[in-house]
C-alpha cells in the first residue's frame, strides 16, 4: 500500500508540476492577448475600415460608378480569367508533385522539393524581370517570338505565367506533408486488390487529401487574385487591357481618383473575405472530423 500511494502521490507531483510549466500566469496571458488584439487592430482591422469608409463614403451610388467603369471591369474580369486558367494549372501539378514526392523514391527528390520551394524565395519584382529577360522583345527567346507573331511580355500570357510561377507551391507544399504522413499502405492495399492507378486514386487517396487540396485552392486562388509585383513588371500596365485589379487599383490611385481606387478595393477586399470565410470553413470542418473520428476509433 504504501509503495502504490508513493507512486500515486509521484505521478500527482509530476501532473501539478507540469501543470504550472505549460499555464502561464493570468497576467502575461492577459498582456498576449491584448497584444495581438492591438496588433490585429491597428495591421488589420484599421485599414479594412478605411478602405470601406473611403469606398462608401460618398455613396453607394458613386462606388458602384466606380466598379462598373470600363477599365474596372475590364481588369475584374482579367482577374478572374487568371484565376479560372492558373488554379486548375497548379492543382494539378501540385497533386503530381505532391503524389511523387511522397510516394516514390527517386534520385533528385530534394531538389524538386526546393524548386517547387522557390517562389517563396525569390521576390515577385525579380520574377518578372526574368521572364522579361526571357520573353521580352530583346529578350533570349524574343526575336523568335516576334517572328513567329507571339506575344508573352505585355500580353495576358506574360500574366498567367508570372502568378502561375508565384502560386505554384501552394497546393504542393500542403499536400506534400499530408500523403507522407498518410504513407503507402491504403494504396498498396488497394492495388493488390486489382484496382488500377486511377482507381486507387480516386476512391482512396483524394478522399484522404481533399481537405488539404481544397485549403491549397483557396491560399493559390487568394494569392492570384492579389497578385502584384511580378504583374507589374511583365503587364506593361495597359488600361483596359492588361491591368489586373491591383494594378488598376494603383493607377486610380496615382491618379488621385481615391474614391475610385478605394471602391475597387473594397471589391478586392471582399473577395479575400469570402476567400478567408471558406478557409476558416474548411479548417473548421477538417478539426470536426478529426474529432468524430478520435471519439469513434474503428474497430
Not at 504550472?20 to 487592430?41: D, K, M, N, Q, S
Not at 488600361?239 to 475610385?260: D, Q
Request: charged fraction near 15%; include cysteine.
Amino acid at each position: 500500500m504504501t509503495t502504490s500511494s508513493t507512486v500515486i502521490e509521484t505521478h500527482d507531483t509530476i501532473a501539478k508540476r507540469w501543470r504550472r510549466a505549460t499555464e502561464e500566469p493570468a497576467w502575461l496571458r492577459i498582456i498576449l492577448i491584448t497584444i495581438a488584439l492591438i496588433f490585429l487592430g491597428l495591421f488589420l482591422v484599421l485599414p479594412l475600415t478605411v478602405v470601406l469608409y473611403g469606398a462608401f463614403e460618398q455613396g453607394i451610388g458613386v462606388w458602384y460608378d466606380a466598379v462598373s467603369d470600363p477599365d474596372a471591369l475590364s481588369a475584374i474580369r482579367l482577374t478572374f480569367l487568371i484565376v479560372a486558367i492558373v488554379v486548375p494549372l497548379n492543382t494539378l501539378f501540385g497533386v503530381a508533385a505532391a503524389w511523387s514526392i511522397a510516394k516514390f523514391e527517386f534520385r533528385g527528390k530534394s531538389i524538386l522539393i526546393s524548386l517547387i520551394d522557390m517562389p517563396f524565395a525569390i521576390s515577385p519584382v525579380v520574377v518578372g524581370l526574368i521572364f522579361v529577360i526571357l520573353f521580352g522583345s530583346q529578350g533570349w527567346l524574343g526575336p523568335w517570338l516576334s517572328a513567329h507573331d507571339m506575344r508573352i511580355i505585355f500580353a495576358v500570357p506574360g500574366i498567367v505565367i508570372v502568378i502561375a510561377f508565384g502560386t505554384l507551391p501552394f497546393v504542393a507544399r500542403e499536400l506534400i506533408p499530408l500523403m507522407q504522413q498518410q504513407g503507402k499502405e491504403e494504396e498498396e492495399a488497394s492495388l493488390t486488390l486489382g484496382a488500377n492507378g486511377w482507381k486507387t486514386f480516386w476512391y482512396v487517396t483524394l478522399p484522404n487529401i481533399k481537405w488539404g487540396l481544397i485549403y491549397g485552392v483557396i491560399l493559390c486562388n487568394a494569392r492570384a487574385m492579389g497578385e502584384f509585383g511580378a504583374v507589374a513588371v511583365v503587364s506593361g500596365r495597359i488600361r483596359g487591357e492588361t491591368n489586373t485589379m491591383p494594378l488598376h487599383i494603383e493607377v486610380l490611385y496615382n491618379e488621385y481618383m481615391f474614391t475610385a481606387a478605394f471602391a475597387v478595393s473594397s471589391l478586392l477586399t471582399g473577395l479575400a473575405l469570402v476567400t478567408i470565410a471558406i478557409k476558416s470553413a474548411v479548417e473548421w470542418n477538417e478539426e470536426r472530423r478529426q474529432r468524430i473520428a478520435a471519439a469513434c476509433p474503428p474497430l
